[in-house]
């Protein structure tokens, strides 16, 4: 059974920076569009952001845009999730996963186009 691997996740203070990555043991992620997820404590798991296989190209949520940045590095088989200028706001457990649809990212991603889900990781924004 897959299960991606997320990690980097903590307690940072409203403005600071987080990078979280993706490991996928024994799953290779080339070939697979990547996204990235979160889930607030009373809250629906929502799509935050992707990156596609095929030409890296990218895709953030409005709530991130500009202050997130995703990249993957194929021969690490790693996904990254750089978080600058944090906010309370993005206090989540991040998770990400494999789109086992498209290798490329068509807007949000949605969750039920994406598998392979990890334990996720606790980012916490506060002062």
């Known amino acids: 059974q897959v299960q991606f691997v997320e990690s980097g996740g903590g307690l940072v203070q409203p403005g600071g920076s987080l990078r979280l990555s993706c490991a996928a043991p024994?799953?290779?992620?080339?070939?697979?569009?990547i996204g990235w997820f979160r889930q607030a404590p009373g809250k629906e798991r929502e799509g935050v952001s992707c990156i596609s296989s095929s030409d890296g190209s990218t895709y953030y949520a409005d709530s991130v845009k500009g202050r997130f940045i995703t990249s993957r590095d194929n021969p690490k088989n790693t996904v990254y999730l750089q978080m600058d200028s944090l906010k309370p706001e993005d206090t989540s457990v991040y998770y990400c996963?494999?789109?086992?649809?498209?290798?490329?990212?068509?807007?949000?991603?949605?969750?039920?186009?994406?598998?392979?889900w990890g334990q996720g990781t606790q980012v916490t924004v506060s002062s």
């Open positions: 996963a494999a789109n086992l649809l498209r290798s490329r990212c068509e807007g949000r991603p949605r969750m039920y186009e994406y598998d392979y």
């Open positions: 024994g799953f290779t992620l080339d070939g697979y569009a």
